[in-house]
């Protein structure tokens, strides 16, 4: 069993995951729009016939401003708390909403997907680790604090989407708000990249192959600075930013070793080389920027 993995966008700009096997996919998130989601899926030769159901974290907009017209379009079931579809304002179809219950997983097909809540500043903010036989993938942005439950989890992970929003004296530096800052650093906020090394270098498992560093900020955080940071750390692990312009190339994630999947329509080749850097394609339209 393995999964296939991709961060379809990054950032206080909206967020989408994918994750799933040869069979069934799940994202996680959906805060880029219908369009675009469909855009960066076909670049990477996924598919949304694959998609069976999306799980929505907290009601923060770059979490869920592509959920109606996604869900619509394909039928899908989205997954999110009473509380957090309240806070959001989603207007779904009643047929396509489904509830989750912490610690408690959700089976679709192959996947099992379990939520766990976490410190931010939202009515009901949960993550999510999805598992395909032994093979765990997690997803872990907007975190104000690592609690207990995400280091249980994160030592659970083959790989993970880690936020690293911020770097510290960028922030502290930078233009924002005294009361702004505070609020992204106040334990209900967003993870600083040392929250997050920390996190990464104490509480890794060594089966560990991907991190995925996410959510990162346009303005307190640069993308080879936290890179480095981390590399210098990683061991076996390899370390990518997940952008907030473009999607990540596809993963192939296995309890076993370490692969980067090139995708081509449903057939998965795989190889153990390091993906040969695709050109990105130009930044879309940066809507909806918010600070962080
Ligand atoms: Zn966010
Ligand atoms: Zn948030």
């Given at each position: 069993m393995s999964l296939f993995t991709a961060s379809l966008n990054s950032g206080s700009n909206g967020n989408c995951y994918y994750v799933g096997n040869a069979e069934e996919a799940v994202l996680i998130?959906?805060?880029?729009?219908c369009r675009e989601v469909e855009r960066r899926m076909t670049r990477l030769g996924?598919?949304?016939?694959?998609?069976k159901a999306i799980f929505i974290s907290h009601e923060h907009s770059d979490h869920i401003n592509g959920v109606h017209k996604l869900s619509a379009r394909y039928r899908l079931p989205v997954y999110v708390t009473p509380r957090t579809c309240r806070e959001g304002r989603l207007t779904l179809s009643e047929d396509c909403v489904q509830t989750f219950q912490a610690f408690t997983p959700i089976t679709i097909g192959n996947l099992s997907i379990t939520a766990f809540p976490k410190l931010h500043d939202a009515c009901d903010p949960h993550s999510f680790i999805v598992r395909c036989g032994e093979v765990t993938v997690g997803v872990f942005t907007d975190l104000g604090l690592p609690c207990e439950h995400l280091i249980h989890y994160f030592q659970q992970c083959h790989a993970a989407f880690l936020e690293?929003?911020?770097?510290e004296e960028m922030l502290e530096r930078g233009r924002y708000p005294f009361f702004l800052k505070n609020r992204i650093r106040g334990g209900l906020g967003h993870l600083s990249n040392t929250q997050a090394l920390k996190l990464f270098t104490e509480y890794?498992?060594?089966?560990?192959s991907h991190l995925f560093l996410s959510h990162l900020s346009k303005d307190n955080n640069r993308p080879e600075l936290v890179h480095d940071l981390f590399r210098r750390e990683a061991g076996a692990t390899e370390i990518v930013v997940a952008s907030r312009y473009v999607e990540t190339p596809v993963y192939h994630i296995t309890s076993t070793a370490t692969h980067t999947a090139a995708m081509a329509g449903s057939n998965y080749t795989v190889n153990n080389a390091p993906i040969v850097a695709r050109i990105p394609p130009p930044p879309a339209k940066p809507s909806q920027l918010s600070l962080f």
């Open positions: 998130d959906a805060g880029i729009s996924l598919t949304m016939r694959s998609v690293a929003n911020y770097d890794r498992p060594p089966f560990m």
